[in-house]
């Protein structure tokens, strides 16, 4: 799996005025709605679309969102991150830049066109509570697929080529990631960059024993890997309410044959 492109080069769909506002407006990108400056964009221009969750650098052309934005991530990164926002009762998700943003990089303005990299745009972490982090016993395993899922506003054509297929449709909820593998006998839990050593007091290695998910592993008897999202108390502010902490799966990976399972076999 790819990484996410967090910044990428889109033709403006379509803009309309918002109700009440004289210097906003709202602009069409993918399945996104962004609010704009207006006249700041017309339908057809070339722009350069930022996604939620982005964390753009410290510079002086950023600096208009510091005071809404500005964030320190759990590694000491300082950045502006975008979120979804409400202006004059409109959603607005993520941020339109025009293309002299690039400054002296000369790229072709291809639509999907990556970005992330020339404007040192980096994805958001919150910072972990300290039941969270837990000790690292080293880096993600290579053997393994980090969970980095595609936003579905994003896959606008996909949803058109696929239109007469059969898919399943799964919810993003809002907790941390997790990945719980076997492999070769060896048992392990990873947050979203990190393997953790197991500890009791570390909420992963806490609710897995809970659900006692090794074992079901063992039963198997295969390599295999359940990543999903750990929500609960402590956890993202816990906006659904759980009590306890459990998890949420979205993914099972086939170590052997580096690939995710159908949903068949998942189920």
């Known amino acids: 799996m790819t990484m996410r492109k967090l910044a990428t080069i889109q033709i403006v769909s379509d803009v309309q005025p918002i109700d009440g506002a004289d210097k906003i407006e709202l602009a069409s990108i993918l399945g996104w709605k962004v609010v ?25 052309e950023f600096e208009f969102l510091r005071k809404s934005s500005f964030k320190r991530m759990s590694d000491g990164k300082e950045g502006f991150r975008l979120k979804t926002i409400k202006l004059r009762g409109q ?8 293309v002299t943003a690039l400054g002296a990089h000369c790229i ?10 020339l404007l040192e745009i980096v994805k958001y972490e ?12 080293g880096p993600f395993p290579g053997f393994l697929s980090k969970t980095d899922e595609e936003r579905v ?18 919810e993003k909820v ?13 048992f392990g839990i990873c947050s979203r960059n990190l393997e953790l050593v197991e500890n009791p007091e570390n ?4 609710v897995v024993r809970e659900l006692d998910i090794e074992n079901k592993l063992r039963n198997l008897g295969r390599n295999i890997a359940l990543q999903g999202e750990l929500l609960g108390e402590g956890i993202q502010k816990n906006i659904y309410k759980f ?12 170590i052997d044959s580096y690939r995710y399972f159908d949903r068949a076999v998942f189920l």
């Open 174 to 186: 809002d907790g941390t990631s997790i990945t719980i593998y076997l492999k070769d006998g060896q």
């Open 126 to 137: 919150p910072p972990i509570p300290a039941k969270l982090a837990g000790e690292v016993k």
């Open 243 to 254: 009590k306890g902490q459990s998890i949420k799966f979205f993914d099972a990976f086939d």
């Open 91 to 98: 959603i607005s998700q993520g941020l339109l830049l025009p």
């Open 203 to 206: 909420t992963y290695w806490k």
């Open 108 to 117: 072709d303005l291809i639509p999907g066109t990556d970005v992330t990299d």
């Open 153 to 170: 506003q994003n896959l606008l054509d996909e949803l058109i080529l696929y239109k007469h297929s059969l898919f399943y449709v799964t």
């Open 36 to 60: 704009i400056k207006k006249d700041e964009f017309s339908p057809g221009d070339p722009a350069i679309y930022c996604e939620v969750d982005s964390l753009l650098p410290v510079k002086p």
